[in-house]
């Protein structure tokens, strides 16, 4: 949940290694993506290719998980004037990865919450500020995400440091008092083996501590990201909530932050990286906002020389000041910009199987994305009929899970290959001990 456990993808560069020709009109079906990173990535790649009209269905088993991607979004879209390259990449890694803020973005996620109330209540409003953005759920997942978006809003006490460590203690057990042992077993004994090199044990060990996973020098975080809460229920004026339900063990470094096109950001020396994977990360994410701005290539400049990779400073205690949030301040509505030929639509989950008995999807989709948590929700009927001809069918795979070991990527595999089995497909080789994704096209 909040954040993917493989890299982002160019979606429409993969179908074109398959198909070599595009259609006029690509249709993407994506279940479990989890953070919106493979529709970004996309959307940032796209001038590379021919032109296309790109139009995204995305399912999602929690509406929090929707509700964070609605967020993320409407950050990465926000217009120059608003939020210039480097602001808006650290206002994206916060909210995307980070269990404490800023103020200043705390103060952000309020403003943008209630602009958010608005948006699920009224679909006119929706469309005038985030145009390419559709919402096709059913009127108690539309009430859910009203309720959500207004505890975002900040009016409720929340410790989001004590829900995160009594997860902890569960999580780790007799360990607990040993936790740093631990954390460093799993990123140098796992995580480092299977592709997650550029982690480095200070970003790791302040994620598994403390929900932290991205910081700098000269912020200083202290206010809690209330769109990493989990099972809001409306409770007279107040709100009552389960805390923090997500992901602890893998971060959210690896979407953004193990690949990067310039190689000087991945280089190591001594065993110790130069840069971080919060500072790839940064940097992939300028990159991203400044292709989807303007569909040219990105010319990195660093603002700093200091490079933190190797470096290793005191674990402080993280707590959260001043709890209570103040009233909401009026701001003005920053309508995102325009994205040409690209619609994003939020599907209910509850109509996925449904689609294999609908002529409207006969056919329907070019490219198929499963995450690896909803295998369950895939089966050869509906890829037979949805999926058109030479369509692309993607599948997650859980080389990132960290209690995962062989025995475990080789059933998933076995779950797969029985998920699909009788579909009409051609295989691509598939090791679930290295690759990132299953791939199959469908004959």
Same mark, same amino acid.
């Given at each position: 949940? #909040?954040?993917?456990?493989?890299?982002?993808?160019?979606?429409?560069?993969?179908?074109?290694?398959e198909n070599e020709t595009l259609p006029a009109e690509v249709n993407v079906l994506l279940v479990g993506g989890a953070d919106a990173r493979h529709i970004l990535h996309t959307l940032a790649r796209r001038y590379r290719h021919a032109p296309t009209k790109?139009?995204?269905?995305?399912?999602?088993?929690?509406?929090?998980?929707?509700?964070?991607?609605?967020?993320?979004?409407?950050?990465?879209?926000?217009?120059?004037?608003?939020?210039?390259?480097?602001?808006?990449?650290?206002?994206?890694?916060?909210? %995307?990865?980070?269990?404490?803020?800023?103020?200043?973005?705390?103060?952000?996620?309020?403003?943008?919450?209630?602009?958010?109330?608005?948006?699920?209540?009224?679909?006119?409003?929706?469309?005038?500020?985030?145009? #390419?953005?559709?919402?096709?759920?059913? %009127?108690?997942?539309?009430? %859910?995400?009203?309720?959500?978006?207004?505890?975002?809003?900040?009016?409720?006490?929340?410790?989001?440091?004590?829900?995160?460590?009594?997860?902890?203690?569960?999580?780790?057990?007799?360990?607990? &008092?040993?936790?740093?042992?631990?954390?460093?077993?799993?990123?140098?004994?796992?995580?480092?083996?299977?592709?997650?090199?550029?982690?480095?044990?200070?970003?790791?060990?302040?994620?598994?501590?403390?929900?932290?996973?991205?910081?700098?020098?000269?912020?200083?975080?202290?206010?809690?990201?209330?769109?990493?809460?989990?099972?809001?229920?409306?409770?007279?004026?107040?709100?009552?909530?389960?805390?923090?339900?997500?992901?602890?063990?893998?971060?959210?470094?690896?979407? %953004?932050?193990?690949?990067?096109?310039?190689?000087?950001?991945?280089?190591?020396?001594?065993?110790?990286?130069?840069?971080?994977?919060?500072?790839?990360?940064?940097?992939?994410?300028?990159?991203?906002?400044?292709?989807?701005?303007?569909?040219?290539?990105?010319?990195?400049?660093?603002?700093?020389?200091?490079?933190?990779?190797?470096?290793?400073?005191?674990?402080?205690?993280?707590?959260?000041?001043?709890?209570?949030?103040?009233?909401?301040?009026?701001?003005?509505?920053?309508?995102?910009?325009?994205?040409?030929?690209?619609?994003?639509?939020?599907?209910?989950?509850?109509?996925?199987?449904?689609?294999?008995?609908?002529? &409207?999807?006969?056919?329907?989709?070019?490219v198929i994305y499963f995450g690896c948590f909803y295998v369950k929700h895939l089966c050869k009927e509906l890829i037979s009929h949805v999926a058109a001809a030479r369509a692309l069918i993607l599948i997650e795979n859980q080389k990132f899970v960290v209690?995962?070991?062989?025995?475990?990527?080789r059933e998933f595999d076995e779950e797969i290959k029985k998920a699909l089995d009788g579909a009409p497909r051609k295989e691509t080789a598939f090791d679930p001990c290295q690759d990132n994704f299953a791939k199959f096209v469908k004959l």
């Open positions: 949940m #909040f954040w993917g456990l493989t890299p982002s993808l160019d979606i429409l560069g993969l179908y074109i290694e790109l139009n995204f269905y995305v399912a999602e088993a929690s509406l929090e998980t929707i509700a964070k991607q609605l967020l993320l979004l409407n950050v990465s879209f926000q217009h120059p004037s608003v939020l210039g390259l480097i602001p808006k990449a650290k206002i994206f890694m916060e909210l %995307y990865g980070n269990a404490l803020v800023r103020p200043s973005v705390a103060k952000f996620l309020t403003a943008t919450a209630t602009e958010m109330v608005k948006m699920v209540t009224d679909y006119d409003y929706l469309a005038k500020v985030m145009p #390419f953005v559709s919402l096709e759920v059913k %009127y108690k997942e539309r009430d %859910y995400l009203e309720n959500l978006f207004k505890f975002w809003c900040g009016r409720d006490d929340f410790d989001i440091c004590d829900s995160w460590d009594r997860r902890l203690r569960k999580n780790l057990g007799v360990r607990y &008092d040993s936790r740093l042992g631990a954390f460093d077993w799993d990123l140098h004994m796992r995580l480092h083996s299977i592709g997650g090199r550029q982690i480095c044990s200070q970003e790791y060990r302040n994620f598994r501590s403390t929900g932290v996973a991205f910081s700098w020098l000269e912020s200083e975080v202290s206010k809690p990201n209330r769109s990493m809460v989990c099972v809001v229920i409306p409770n007279g004026e107040k709100f009552v909530h389960c805390g923090y339900l997500g992901e602890m063990s893998t971060g959210p470094f690896v979407a %953004y932050g193990l690949e990067c096109e310039d190689e000087n950001y991945l280089k190591h020396t001594n065993g110790q990286n130069t840069y971080r994977a919060t500072d790839v990360t940064e940097r992939n994410l300028c990159q991203i906002f400044h292709e989807i701005q303007y569909g040219a290539e990105y010319t990195h400049r660093t603002t700093s020389d200091v490079k933190l990779g190797p470096v290793v400073m005191n674990l402080g205690e993280k707590r959260v000041i001043d709890i209570k949030a103040s009233e909401s301040e009026k701001v003005a509505t920053n309508r995102c910009f325009e994205l040409e030929n690209v619609k994003i639509t939020f599907i209910s989950l509850s109509s996925l199987p449904l689609m294999k008995h609908k002529s &409207d999807y006969r056919e329907f989709f070019h209690t995962h070991r062989e025995k475990e990527l």
